[in-house]
């Protein structure tokens, strides 16, 4: 199985920038798409990003395309969420999550999760 692991997650101003980062446990990391989810207090997970095994295939929410980029480096069983020109609604607990389907949006197909980093986005 996979073990993630998230830190970056932090306050930081309007229009700021942050990176949060993703670090997987094992060497078959390659082999799992990862997603990156979010949730509010009072609201439902929330699909933020999403990269396929390979790299090639990205996937965004509207609400965050432009602004956030999402990456991975299998060397380092890592991937990492830039995150820029945030907003106070960004603001949330965010998840890495990895699992065999491509790059999907729905939190069900992801096997694995991590414990969540917080962000923080002041007015």
């Known amino acids: 199985q996979v073990q993630l692991a998230e830190s970056g997650g932090g306050l930081v101003q309007a229009g700021g920038s942050l990176r949060l980062s993703c670090a997987a446990s094992?060497?078959?990391?390659?082999?799992?798409?990862m997603g990156w989810f979010r949730q509010a207090p009072g609201k439902e997970r929330e699909f933020v990003a999403a990269?396929?095994?390979?790299?090639?295939?990205?996937s965004y929410a509207d609400s965050v395309k432009g602004r956030f980029t999402i990456s991975r480096d299998n060397a380092k069983n890592t991937v990492y969420l830039q995150m820029s020109t945030l907003k106070p609604e960004d603001t949330a607990v965010y998840y890495c999550?990895?699992?065999?389907?491509?790059?999907?949006?729905?939190?069900?197909?992801?096997?694995?999760w991590g414990q969540g980093t917080q962000v923080t986005v002041s007015s």
């Open positions: 094992g060497r078959t990391f390659s082999s799992y798409a």
């Open positions: 990269i396929s095994w390979s790299g090639a295939i990205k």
């Open positions: 999550a990895a699992g065999p389907v491509r790059a999907g949006r729905d939190p069900n197909v992801y096997d694995y």
